[in-house]
């Protein structure tokens, strides 16, 4: 059998906290920044958790399941 590959993008997007969540950034922050407020930008700014119901895929993608 091959190895099991990891999927490349997966691995540049999400990382895995101590605590075994996956960690993300938020979408909408790369351009178009004039039409949103300063409050919007700024909660973009920080990372985010990947949802329960999604978990289980993001693990696919990297392999840990």
């Keep these: 059998m091959p190895k099991m590959k990891t999927n490349s993008s997966a691995k540049k997007r999400f990382t895995i906290t101590g ?3 996956i960690k993300r ?3 909408f ?3 178009i920044l004039t039409k949103k407020t300063t409050k919007q930008k700024r909660n973009l700014t920080y ?3 990947v949802h329960k119901s999604d978990e289980s895929n ?7 399941k």
């Excluded at 993001?58 to 392999?63: A, H, I, P, S």
């Design 19 to 21: 605590s075994g969540k």
């Design 25 to 27: 950034k938020h979408a």
């Design 29 to 31: 922050k790369s351009h």
């Design 47 to 49: 990372a985010g958790l």
């Design 58 to 64: 993001v693990k696919l993608l990297l392999n840990m």
